[in-house]
């Protein structure tokens, strides 16, 4: 063929490429991450439904039991990304599926809130570096102008955790008495063995890089490699690719771009953890508040309502910044809006008011988390990235202990939601100014600004 088909040729091969990584690869990851957030807030279905009164908590005490989660979390969270970047993503993520999925199986059997708090405490370390070692996995795999949307549908797997999962712990709740367990016991066992049973097919599934997928073309695999490697060597300090142990860990934790973006991430996790754990228990109580009740199985479908829009404003807003550019803007905006919508909740006068101003926020929060997370690989790249990205989860794991704790606490405290519901949209407001601080800075325009995905057309101008 002439010269002039090539770019066309190339376009071909980049668009098989990456529809295959979006249909075979990225469903299973999904997978992985739904099964692994519903194991994860499994417990703010159970507190409503039976745990809170069989274990006797108090709002703070579970908001404790919600948060110690993130200290175990936190303190494996740098090092498991790092094993997973000496070890390979496919035994890695295999072997946190199975510890965590062994662990969650025990909250089947707790007794009392020492056992809930230590159980939760173990669920943390077990799960420990999966969500930023799937996050750096799929960054390896497709350049930075496709990640947005690669990211986005990995991150669907959250909201439709909460679509999915809430009426399916609401069913599995209502099957009380099965084995001789309560119903939130029988919930704790039915959403655990899904997670040891991925664990072990991902073992077998999963590859660590392009070159060894035997579904992609000798073509498509020559194509991303070469892409991937150009990408990574125009990086700035492209050396730390080649860097380990401490060089990695003096890249990341010196860099004050990483640190910003922690705290930024901080704001998001704040306010996602606050309504994840939470909102179950606000919407229990809209039967006192507005002398109404709700069966189970409503409980569960309300608390699922704000999540479905939230879904389909993700796919949108991560579709259209890979058509036309992620913009601070695409990160800054939902997070202004959501950091106002929130306190608007409380000033509802019935629930479907209410849970129209959550969905609001819901949405804000899901239409950023996966544009924000394709900028830390634009600047990171090898064991630097595996240390950057770990360092900015690990603040968002502080935030999810914080907003569990906090918003526990407050509320004994204030008797109500409205001071840790403000203090939500604080938090939120906080990480928008600092992502439009951040594009400011002289030197950081591009963290925060990239090219579109070339279509068929432009692809020639990509490979010049």
Not at 211 to 237: F, I, R, V
Not at 339 to 350: N, R, T, V
């Amino acid at each position: 063929m002439g010269a002039a088909a090539q770019p066309q040729d190339a376009s071909a091969i980049e668009r098989s490429a990456i529809r295959k990584i979006s249909t075979r690869l990225v469903p299973f990851v999904a997978l992985m991450f739904f099964v692994n957030y519903l194991d994860r807030t499994a417990v703010s279905f159970a507190e409503p439904n039976g745990m809170g009164e069989d274990l006797a908590l108090t709002a703070a005490q579970f908001g404790f039991a919600s948060g110690v989660f993130f200290i175990g979390y936190i303190a494996l969270e740098v090092p498991s990304n790092m094993a997973l970047h000496r070890f390979g993503a496919r035994r890695w993520l295999a072997r946190i599926m199975v510890t965590w999925g062994i662990v969650s199986l025990l909250f089947t059997w707790v007794q009392d809130s020492e056992q809930l708090y230590v159980l939760r405490f173990l669920l943390g370390i077990a799960e420990a570096g999966f969500f930023p070692g799937a996050i750096l996995y799929l960054s390896q795999w497709v350049p930075t102008r496709h990640r947005t949307k690669i990211l986005g549908l990995f991150y669907l797997a959250q909201p439709l955790t909460t679509v999915i999962g809430a009426p399916l712990a609401g069913l599995l709740i209502e099957r009380h008495g099965l084995f001789g367990l309560e119903g939130w016991r029988v919930m704790f066992l039915g959403v655990s063995v899904p997670a040891i049973l991925l664990g072990v097919i991902a073992w077998f599934y999963l590859i660590d890089r392009p070159a060894h997928a035997k579904w992609l073309t000798q073509q498509e695999k020559d194509w991303l490699e070469g892409e991937l490697t150009a990408e990574n060597a125009g990086k700035a300090g492209a050396d730390q690719a080649h860097s380990h142990g401490r060089e990695a860990l003096k890249t990341a934790f010196g860099s004050a771009r990483v640190w910003t973006l922690s705290l930024i991430y901080f704001g998001f996790i704040y306010g996602l953890y606050a309504l994840a754990f939470f909102l179950p228990t606000i919407i229990d109580g809209f039967q006192e508040e507005f002398d109404t009740s709700f069966s189970v199985m409503d409980k569960a479908l309300i608390t699922a309502i704000p999540y479905l829009p939230a879904a389909v404003v993700l796919f949108f807003w991560s579709r259209h910044a890979t058509r036309n550019g992620t913009k601070v803007w695409h990160i800054a905006g939902p997070a202004i809006v959501g950091g106002i919508s929130i306190p608007i909740a409380l000033y509802m006068d019935s629930p479907a008011a209410t849970v129209a101003v959550i969905t609001v926020t819901a949405c804000s929060i899901f239409a950023a988390l996966p544009v924000f997370w394709s900028v830390p690989s634009r600047f990171l790249t090898g064991a630097a990235a595996a240390a950057g990205i770990a360092l900015i989860n690990t603040m968002g794991n502080i935030a999810g202990f914080a907003a569990g704790y906090v918003t526990g606490w407050l509320k004994d405290f204030s008797g109500g939601y409205h001071l840790p519901l403000f203090l939500v949209g604080g938090f939120m407001i906080m990480s928008g100014l600092l992502m439009i601080w951040l594009s400011r800075r002289p030197g950081d325009e591009a963290t925060h600004q990239d090219e579109p995905a070339p279509s068929a057309a432009p692809l020639a101008e990509a490979h010049r």
